[in-house]
């Protein structure tokens, strides 16, 4: 599983005006199946909401890092909350009973519409 871009989403017509920082998408490649999605932040955070509902009795990973990232921070920094993000979604696959759950394969197969 790797993060292969980490980027802000293009939204709207004036976006490039914009000085204000933009929260980064995350495209998530997951392997050997050829997924790829793009997820930001707040995605991760309703994912993990939902996985504590439907496995109360499962230990689910924390998300180290729960505000966004922006395209204001250095490159570093950004790439430091692609690699938080990456370390809680291989934990969660590590999970014998997470990984097998639809709404996380789900997550990691279908983009957003």
Sequence with gaps: MTIVDFKVPAKGFFKKLDS??????YT??????????????????ILRKRLLVMHPDTIVPAI???????????????????????????????????RSNSFLQDFLQMDRA
């Design 28 to 45: 998530i490649h997951t392997e050997p199946f050829g997924w790829e999605v793009v997820r930001n932040i707040k995605d991760l955070g």
């Design 64 to 98: 180290p890092e729960t505000k966004p990232c922006h395209d204001k921070f250095p490159v570093k920094k950004q790439r430091k909350c692609a690699d938080q993000i990456l370390l809680f979604v291989e934990a969660c696959v590590r999970s014998e009973t997470l």
């Design 20 to 25: 204000a920082p933009h929260e980064l998408d």
